[in-house]
């Protein structure tokens, strides 16, 4: 459970999280989504698979600095770790980002993150206590449940600050009231500001917005929002649409109820929004990425269903659910057009500048491809180290 999401140019990529509480996907395969053409294709990273296999991840966390995917932290066969990975989409190749074990974050995952100034900050999460890692700031608190256990766990509020030119690890010092410490938070960054909602603490999944000023390092406190607020919640997505607003979708209440509603805020206003949502369907620790490109907030993956409840089966998702919120381009709309008239309009498509005829062949291609499962039992697939590109309609459900 617990895939990535991140958006670049025209893509959404999907990385990692498991199937079920036993079995984690594939590692070796990394999903992008082409939000103009919707096709899905299924890549072979070029990697030494030796210790990516031996990991498997969920509830990590992930950025995009220069076209290089960063992948922080998460939950593995072996527990929580603090690992950090890179994947160059370019080339796509791995490259790992070693740090000795004081030099780094303590172990989590849920937890989230964001770019400023070329650098990756995370914070908060659920795992192993600070104590024995890098520990200037942060506060940690155990989960009670998890006292008698080899490796107790717990929420932190911890503010780290990863250099990619450095390969170093830091944990700042900052001004103001910053989060109770937390996990399945959410974060959305609009100029140098970063918002933090919800999340759970102890037992409590909470409804509370907070802004952290970049240029400052100054945390705001609690905002005291007006308008209708969204329930208390945790596993859900926020995910910044403009230079004001931040759109909020889904997630899992105090009384474990998967959500479905849809919400926008206002962060100069400070105000709350509910959107009217046709259709019923609920998300639980999904992703969202806004293409603005297409002008729309792509929602993937995810459970339906309550995911505490062990004695039902989980209900995944491998559709994308996709809420317009901007203006697509000129380009876009008059490409759907003539697509949309193909019957009157393919013999024509010859006469279109090369770009575009190129667009418009290839979105008829997967229009017309053959939906293929693509699970670890049916793949039939080699261990070959060569990249290789599968042309798909659906990935394999993420959690």
Not at 54 to 66: C, E, F, P, Q, R
Not at 73 to 100: A, K
Not at 102 to 108: F, G, L, M
Not at 299 to 321: A, Q
Request: hydrophobic share 35%; glycine share 8%.
């Amino acid at each position: 459970m617990g895939h990535i999401a991140v958006s670049a140019g025209p893509n959404m990529w999907i990385w990692t999280g498991h199937e079920n509480e036993e079995l984690y996907l594939d590692l070796r395969h990394i999903w992008r989504y082409h939000s103009e053409l919707e096709q899905w294709t299924r890549l072979k990273p070029r990697v030494n698979y030796s210790y990516m296999q031996a990991y498997g991840l969920s509830g990590s966390t992930a950025v995009v600095i220069n076209d290089v995917l960063y992948v922080i932290c998460g939950y593995s066969s072996f527990g929580n770790v603090s690992v950090i990975f890179g994947l160059n989409l370019s080339t796509l190749e791995w490259i790992r980002l070693d740090t000795s074990i004081h030099e780094k974050p303590s172990p989590r995952d849920k937890l989230t993150s964001w770019v400023y100034n070329d650098r990756i900050y995370i914070f908060g999460g659920f795992g192993l206590p600070l104590v024995g890692h890098l520990n200037t700031t942060g506060e940690y608190v155990e989960d009670e449940s998890t006292t008698l256990q080899a490796l107790p766990r717990g929420w932190n509020n911890q503010l780290c600050v990863f250099d990619p030119s450095l390969k170093r690890w830091s944990n700042p010092s900052h001004k103001g009231t910053p989060p109770c410490p937390r996990a399945a938070h959410a974060s959305a960054k609009i100029g140098n500001e970063v918002f933090i909602f919800g999340g759970r603490h102890k037992t409590l999944r909470m409804s509370d917005l907070h802004c952290f000023h970049l240029d400052r390092d100054t945390w705001s406190g609690s905002l005291i929002t007006s308008g209708p607020m969204p329930a208390g919640r945790s596993w859900h997505s926020f995910t910044a649409i403009s230079d004001n607003r931040i759109f909020l979708y889904g997630g899992f209440t105090q009384d474990e109820v998967p959500l479905s509603d849809a919400w926008v805020v206002d962060v100069q206003m400070l105000e709350w929004s509910q959107l009217d949502v046709p259709g019923d369907s609920p998300r639980l620790w999904h992703t969202a990425c806004y293409m603005a490109n297409v002008g729309e907030v792509l929602i993937f993956g995810g459970c339906s269903s309550n995911i505490l409840d062990h004695e039902k089966e989980d209900v995944l998702s491998n559709e994308i659910l996709k809420f317009k919120v901007g203006i697509p381009s000129l380009e876009r709309l008059c490409l759907s057009c003539v697509f949309s008239n193909r019957d009157i309009l393919q013999t024509e498509w010859h006469t279109l500048p090369h770009h575009l005829r190129e667009k418009l062949d290839c979105r008829l291609k997967v229009s017309e491809s053959v939906q293929v499962d693509w699970s670890s039992e049916s793949s039939g697939e080699s261990d070959e180290d060569d990249a290789d590109v599968d042309l798909v309609a659906l990935p394999w459900p993420f959690l």
